[in-house]
């Protein structure tokens, strides 16, 4: 099936600086979207992408839709103790109404 | 607004009992349901979707079933559990769009 590769895995940062993370497929995606979780919860919508190209921002969130749409990434700006968690990317194929989820960056920020 | 209630939120089995797991939408007709499983290694793989009452796709051959006898109500059902099936479960609810909301998950743990 199709895969989403995304990377880093983990970080470990510090309060205040940024951060950046991606996904990339050898597949064509429709649509992307990042999500968060926090520990022992579901995952929380933050960002949807429908077109390629697309440069969206929530709050001190950003995400980009890549021209090819094969790939996407996520930044965060001035990361804050909050922020930690996983996030993950999804993808969706078509018309299909399923996602494909990547495995998730851990995210840990230091005070 | 629409909301996703899922339950327990917490469940300990022992090997070989019968499950049932219960996910219920609120605000929304006819949604798009899921039931995700999220290992201890962080990926989300999905395990059913349905797009209608009494339709259920199956992505994964496993010791699981799901039904969807209301509109709004999707079920995951197992008759005899196994040690493998312990895990985290999230249901979901998505309309015509990729975005897909996310319960607050089951923790499972079989004994």
């Known amino acids: 099936g199709q895969q989403l590769n995304q990377s880093p895995q983990s970080m470990f940062i510090q309060e205040g600086e940024d951060v950046s993370m991606n996904c990339t497929s050898s597949?064509?995606?429709?649509?992307w979207l990042w999500y968060k979780q926090d520990p022992g919860e579901g995952p929380v919508l933050l960002i949807a992408?429908?077109?390629?190209?697309e440069l969206t921002s929530n709050g001190r969130l950003t995400a980009q839709f890549g021209i090819t749409r094969k790939d996407s990434f996520l930044n965060i700006s001035a990361s804050i103790p909050s922020d930690v968690g996983i996030y993950f990317c999804a993808g969706q194929l078509g018309s299909n109404y399923k996602l494909t989820f990547g495995k998730g960056t851990l995210l840990t920020v230091n005070p | 607004s629409q909301t996703i209630h899922q339950w327990p939120a917490t469940l300990v089995q022992p090997v070989g009992s019968p499950l049932s797991l219960e996910c219920t939408v609120e605000?929304?007709?006819?949604?798009?349901l899921y039931w995700y499983r999220q290992a201890a290694g962080r990926g989300l793989q999905l395990l059913f979707y349905?797009?209608?009452?009494?339709?259920i796709s199956s992505e994964v051959p496993q010791n699981l079933s799901a039904s969807r006898p209301q509109d709004r109500q999707f079920i995951l059902s197992s008759k005899k559990l196994l040690l493998s099936d312990s895990g985290f479960y999230l249901c979901a609810w998505s309309r015509q769009g990729a975005e897909a909301f996310f319960g607050q998950g089951t923790r499972l743990t079989v004994v």
């Open positions: 349905s797009v209608g009452i009494g339709q």
């Open positions: 597949s064509i995606f429709n649509t």
């Open positions: 605000g929304t007709s006819n949604p798009n």
């Open positions: 992408l429908y077109k390629a190209g």
